[in-house]
């Protein structure tokens, strides 16, 4: 009995799984999308960019994540 339980609960996982896999990589393409349509470069020149930033000023690209945590835990915890 315990087998099968957990053959189900492993399924019906999985299936959960798969479901929020695509989900994500759907909203992802969507947003990629999204960003080259209003600023007309493709999402893969901004990872690019990014990239570049955080290893020509690896400290800078610290501070800002840090800073920018800290925004939105203010703006997202408030009550």
Do not use: C, N
């Not at 399924?11 to 994500?24: K, L």
């Not at 080259?36 to 290893?55: C, D």
């Not at 939105?72 to 408030?78: D, F, Q």
């Amino acid at each position: 009995m315990d087998e099968r339980r957990l053959e189900s609960v492993s399924g019906h996982a999985q299936e959960m799984a798969d479901r929020a896999g695509a989900y994500v990589h759907g909203r992802a393409r969507d947003m990629s999308e999204q960003v080259e349509r209003l600023t007309g470069r493709s999402m893969e020149f901004w990872t690019r960019e990014a990239r570049r930033y955080v290893q020509q000023h690896p400290l800078q690209a610290v501070a800002l994540t840090i800073g920018l945590g800290f925004v939105l835990g203010k703006i997202l915890a408030r009550d």
